[in-house]
C-alpha cells in the first residue's frame, strides 16, 4: 500500500540521508585539497573521489527512482523524492565522466594559474589575475597599459580552454539528456521552478534596460572626457578595458572617474582602509561582528582554524573567492586571496552571507541544505552589505569622516557609486548565461562562439573588445564562472532580490518610512536590528524545504522578483542622470554596426 511504502520511503531516506553526508564530506574535503593547493597529484584525488561518488549516487539513485514516490501523499516526502531524482552528470559512464570532470578541471587550472607579461616590464612575465592584474584594472587610468592587461589576460586563460570547452558542452549535454532534460540550460532551470522563469528575467532586464542605458551614457561621457574623443567615442559602444574591471561587470573602480561632485568626501573608503592597517582578518571580524549584531549565528572555531583568507606565497590556489559547507554540520570554511580594498570587503560580507546561511540550515536533511533557489544563496551577503557600504554606517565604524554633510550631492555620489556595481551588473549577468543557453540548446556551434560572445556583449552591455576577436580566441573562457562551470544568472536574481530583502529589513528595523523624506531607503543600516535579523534568519532556517516563493514570502511578504525596490532605491539617482546627460548632450545607447569580431 502507498502507506507502507511511505514508511519504507522515510526510512530509506533517513538512513541514505547520513550517507550521502558522509560523502559529501569525502568529497568537499578533496575539493578543498585542490582548490587550495593546485597540484596534479591534487587534482587526481579530487578525480578519484569524484568517481568514488558517482558510483556511490548511482546507487542510490537507483533506490530511490525504485520507489513508486510519485502517488505519495506527504507533500515534504514527494518533495525530497522529486529533488533527488535527478542524477546529474554523475549519470554518464565512468569513462565519459571521468573526460567530464578532466575537461572542467582543465579550465579551472588554466584559470586559476594563468600568467601574463608586465606591460612596464616585458621581461617581468609571472604576473597573476589576483593580485597583480586585478590590482592594474582598478587603478590604472592608462588606456595602452590596460589594453595590453586586458588582452594578455584573455589569450593566456579563455584563449587556452576552447577545445576543452567543446568537449564539455558535448558530455554536459549527454548527461542532461540522461536526466530527461533537453540540454544543460534546462538541467540548470529547475533550481528556479519556474516555468515562466526565462520570461520573469527577460522582464526584468526590460525593467532595468532604460536606467542602464542612462548609466552607460553618463560614463561613457566621463570616459571620453578622460581618454579623448578618439578613444571614447560618442555613440558607439564603450571600449571594454576601461571600465576598472577585467569583465566590465562592476564598474566601482572607475568613481574617481566619473564621480558627480568630485569635492564632496570620497564613498570608496579603500584608501582609509589601507591608512587605517585593515588586514582581511579585522574585514571578516567586522562582518561576522554585523551578523551577530542582527542576532544571526556566530561562525565556529572550525570556520577560523579552516578558512584560507590571504593568498598564499608557497603555492598555487583558486583564488577566486569561495564558501564552503563540509556536510558535517561542523565544518565551513571560506576561501579568499583578500586584498585590503572597498570591493573586498563587500566580497567579504558576500561570502559570509553564504557561511551564514550554511549554519542556518544545518539542521536539516542533506537534500534541503540549498538556498530556497541559488539567487537567494547569493543575495544573503550582499544585503547585508548594502546596509555596511551607507554613509552613515561608514561612519560609525570610522571610515567616513562623521563631519562630511549628508546632502543631495553627497546622495547622488553616493548612489552612483552603488549604481555602478549593482545596474552595470544585470546585462553582464544576464549574457554569462543568454551565451551559455545558446550554446547548450545548440543555436550556437563551437564555430560561432567567440563572435556570439561579442555580439551579445556590444547588444546588451554596449562595450567592444579593444583589440579585434576572431574564432580562434575564445573570450567566454578568460571567466571565472565559464571556465569552473559555475552557473550565473543565480546572480542576476540575487542582484533584484537582495533589494527586496534589504528593503524589508530596512522596514523591519525602522530604518525606512516611504513616507518619511528623514528615512529613504538608500540610507537605511539595519546594524543591531535582533527583529530585521530574526526575519532573514527565519527564511534561511528553511533552506531549499519550501519553493522559493513561500521563503521570500517569510521575509518579504512578497512571494515574486520585483524590481520596484531597486527602483525606489535609485529613484533620485535616475531622474539625475536623465537630466545630466542632456545636459552633456549624450546620445543614449550606441550604434549597433562594427562588431569587432570577425
Ligand atoms: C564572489 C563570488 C563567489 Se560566489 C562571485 O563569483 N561573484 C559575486 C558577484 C558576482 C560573482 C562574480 O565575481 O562574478
Ligand atoms: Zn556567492
Known sequence: SVDQDEALAKDFLSSHNLRASDMCYQTSIAEWRYASDITSENERL??????????????????????????????????????????????????????????????????????????????????????????????????????????????????????????????????????????????????????????????????????????????RAKLRAHYGEDKVPKNQPIPAHLLGNMWAQAWANINDLVTPFPGKMSVDVTPEMQKQGYTPKKMFQMSEDFFTSLGLLPTPPEFWSGSIIEKPADREIVCHASAWDFCNGKDFRIKQCTKITMEDFITVHHEMGHIQYFLQYKHLPLVYRE??????????????????????????????????????????????????????????????????????????????????????????????????RAEVDFDPGAKYHIAANVEYIRYFVSFVIQFQFYKSMCITAGQYDPNNPALPLHECDFYRSKEAGAKLGAMLAMGSSRPWPEAMRALTGQDRMDASAFREYFKPLEDWLIAKNKELGEPIGWSSEGLNCQ
Open 371 to 468: 538556498g530556497a533557489n541559488s539567487g537567494f544563496h547569493e543575495a544573503v551577503g550582499d544585503a547585508l552589505a548594502l546596509s555596511v557600504q551607507t554613509t552613515k554606517h561608514l561612519k560609525e565604524i570610522g571610515l567616513l569622516d562623521k563631519s562630511s554633510p549628508q546632502d543631495h550631492e553627497a546622495t547622488i555620489n553616493y548612489l552612483l557609486l552603488t549604481a555602478l556595481d549593482k545596474i552595470a551588473f544585470f546585462p553582464f549577468a544576464y549574457i554569462m548565461d543568454k551565451w551559455r543557453w545558446d550554446v547548450f540548446d545548440g543555436s550556437i556551434s563551437s564555430a560561432d562562439y567567440n563572435c556570439h560572445w561579442w555580439k551579445l556583449r556590444e547588444e546588451y552591455q554596449g562595450i567592444r573588445s579593444p583589440v579585434t
Open 46 to 219: 579530487k578525480l578519484e573521489q569524484s568517481l568514488v561518488a558517482a558510483r556511490f549516487e548511482k546507487e542510490a539513485w537507483k533506490n530511490i527512482t525504485s520507489f513508486n514516490w510519485e502517488p505519495f501523499t506527504d507533500p515534504d516526502l514527494k518533495r525530497k523524492f522529486r529533488l533527488l531524482s535527478v542524477l546529474g552528470p554523475s549519470a554518464l559512464p565512468e569513462e565519459k565522466l571521468t573526460q567530464y570532470r578532466k575537461s572542467v578541471d582543465a579550465m579551472e587550472t588554466i584559470y586559476s594559474t594563468a600568467k601574463i607579461c608586465s606591460y612596464t616590464n616585458p621581461a617581468d612575465c609571472g604576473l597573476s589575475l589576483d593580485p597583480d592584474i586585478t590590482e592594474t584594472m582598478r587603478s590604472s587610468r592608462n588606456f595602452d597599459e590596460l589594453k595590453h592587461v586586458w588582452h594578455q589576460w584573455h589569450q593566456q586563460s579563455g584563449g587556452k580552454m576552447r577545445g576543452h570547452y567543446e568537449r564539455f558542452v558535448e558530455l554536459s549535454n549527454e548527461a542532461a539528456r540522461m536526466n530527461n532534460f533537453s540540454d544543460t540550460g534546462a538541467y540548470w532551470l529547475r533550481n528556479y521552478e519556474s516555468d515562466t522563469f526565462k520570461k520573469d528575467i527577460e522582464g526584468l532586464w526590460q525593467t532595468v534596460k532604460p536606467f542602464y542605458l542612462q548609466l552607460h551614457a553618463y560614463v
